[in-house]
T-cell receptor, first 114, second 115 residues
C-alpha cells in the first residue's frame, strides 16, 4: 500500500497570505489527523476528521481550518498567516475502529512564513 | 485533564548499554498508549502500543514497553542500544473513558546513542 502523502512538501509564504495543505491517507483509512510540529512546542494537535466530520479540534485559532472529502483525502487551510505559523505540518491517517489503531504519518509540509 | 509527561528532554546512552525512555500519563479512564519515533529528516513512525492484555509490549526494532497501571507509566526500553536508535521519541495516550477522545502527545525525548 502507498503511504500517506502530503503536498506540497515545502511552502514559502508571506504574512497575511493564506495557504492550503493537502493530505492523502493510506487506502482504506478513514481517519485523518493534522499536527503542527515546531522545535519549541513539540507536536501540537490541530484536528481530526473521520468520514468527513471533524471529530476533535485542538487549541488553535479559527484561522486554522480543515475538511475531509468523501474519498478521505483531507485539506487544511491557514488564513492570514503569521510568522509563528512557520512549522512542519504533519498529517496522519488510521483505520480508526475504536481509537486503538496506530497512526501512519506523512512526510509533512514545511511551511515558512516570511 | 489528560496529560502525558516525558520528564527527560534528552537521554544519553553508550552503544550496547540498555536504554530507557520514560513516559507517565494521567487519564480519567483507561488508556491506550503509544510510542512513536522520529528519525532525523524522516517522518514519525509507530513503534508499539498497549491496548489491553499483557503489560509487556514488544514492538519494532527490538523495543519494548511496560504498562504499569499503579505508577501510570509506560516506559520504553531496549536491552542493547544501537547508534541507529538515535532519534526523537514520542509517547502518546488516548483516554478511552474520557469525554475528550483526542490523542495526547508528550513533548518528546531526544535519544542519543554514543559509539
Amino acid at each position: 500500500k502507498a503511504g500517506v502523502t502530503q503536498t506540497p512538501r515545502y511552502l514559502i509564504k508571506t504574512r497575511g497570505q493564506q495557504v492550503t495543505l493537502s493530505c492523502s491517507p493510506i487506502s482504506g483509512h478513514r481517519s485523518v489527523s493534522w499536527y503542527q510540529q515546531t522545535p519549541g512546542q513539540g507536536l501540537q494537535f490541530l484536528f481530526e476528521y473521520f468520514s468527513e466530520t471533524q471529530r476533535n479540534k485542538g487549541n488553535f485559532p479559527g484561522r486554522f481550518s480543515g475538511r475531509q472529502f468523501s474519498n478521505s483525502r483531507s485539506e487544511m487551510n491557514v488564513s492570514t498567516l503569521e510568522l509563528g505559523d512557520s512549522a512542519l505540518y504533519l498529517c496522519a491517517s488510521s483505520q480508526d475502529s475504536g481509537g486503538h489503531n496506530e497512526q501512519f504519518f506523512g512526510p509533512g509540509t514545511r511551511l515558512t512564513v516570511l | 485533564a489528560q496529560s502525558v509527561a516525558q520528564p527527560e528532554d534528552q537521554v544519553n546512552v553508550a552503544e550496547g548499554n540498555p536504554l530507557t525512555v520514560k513516559c507517565t500519563y494521567s487519564v480519567s479512564g483507561n488508556p491506550y498508549l503509544f510510542w512513536y519515533v522520529q528519525y532525523p529528516n524522516r517522518g514519525l513512525q509507530f513503534l508499539l502500543k498497549y491496548i489491553t492484555g499483557d503489560n509487556l509490549v514488544k514492538g519494532s526494532y527490538g523495543f519494548e514497553a511496560e504498562f504499569n497501571k499503579s505508577q501510570t507509566s509506560f516506559h520504553l526500553k531496549k536491552p542493547s542500544a544501537l547508534v541507529s536508535d538515535s532519534a526523537l521519541y514520542f509517547c502518546a495516550v488516548r483516554d478511552i473513558g474520557g469525554s475528550n477522545y483526542q490523542l495526547i502527545w508528550g513533548a518528546g525525548t531526544k535519544l542519543i546513542i554514543k559509539p
